[in-house]
């Protein structure tokens, strides 16, 4: 059992780095996306890049988020069109929570938004000061992961006090 608490920059080693190492599974949720950066070799890369490269290798991708996308989100996400059938995503704008949980087996869940000032390469002086727990525990990812699950099932969509906010209704 291992549980670690990270800060800042250490997000982006225990969140990002272990997602591209995903075999079966990787669910994301967050309340806020954008089209955030990661390294690549000398250089940078959408994120989205690391998603596609999971579908490609049939990894089960869900992205769970509370309002749509920016233009620059949509502009990259159209460059990738095996995400458009190959990764699951819902919309609920009550999700306030942040979590990453890979193959049932390592998990995250913190402050961090998917979002270059929440987990990715930006610079230290223009980062969002952030704090998370990553964690190999099984009983807290199983907690985890029924409170993504829930959501994701849609089970508040009946009494949600939030309809008139929501898009696209689960149900």
């Not at 869900?62 to 460059?79: C, I, M, T, V, Y």
């Not at 952030?130 to 099984?138: N, P, Q, R």
Request: glycine content about 6%; overall charge positive; charged content about 25%.
């Amino acid at each position: 059992m291992s549980i670690q608490f990270i800060t800042n920059e250490e997000l982006y080693k225990y969140v990002i780095e272990p997602i591209a190492q995903a075999k079966e599974y990787v669910w994301i949720g967050t309340a806020d996306i954008k089209d955030l950066h990661v390294k690549s070799q000398n250089s940078v890369k959408s994120f989205l890049s690391i998603l596609d490269s999971l579908a490609k290798k049939k990894v089960l991708i869900r992205l769970l988020h509370a309002k749509e996308p920016g233009p620059n989100f949509q502009n990259s996400f159209d460059k990738y069109p095996l995400l458009w059938s190959n990764m699951e995503r819902q919309l609920c704008p009550r999700v306030h929570f942040k979590h990453v949980i890979i193959d049932g087996t390592y998990a995250y869940t913190g402050s961090a938004n998917l979002t270059g000032a929440g987990l990715g390469i930006k610079s230290k002086n223009r980062r969002n000061f952030e704090a998370g727990i990553v964690t190999t525990d099984a009983l807290m990812i199983e907690s985890i992961m029924n409170q993504f699950d829930d959501i994701w099932m849609g089970n508040h969509c009946k009494n949600c006090g939030r309809k008139e906010f929501c898009s696209d209704p689960i149900l």
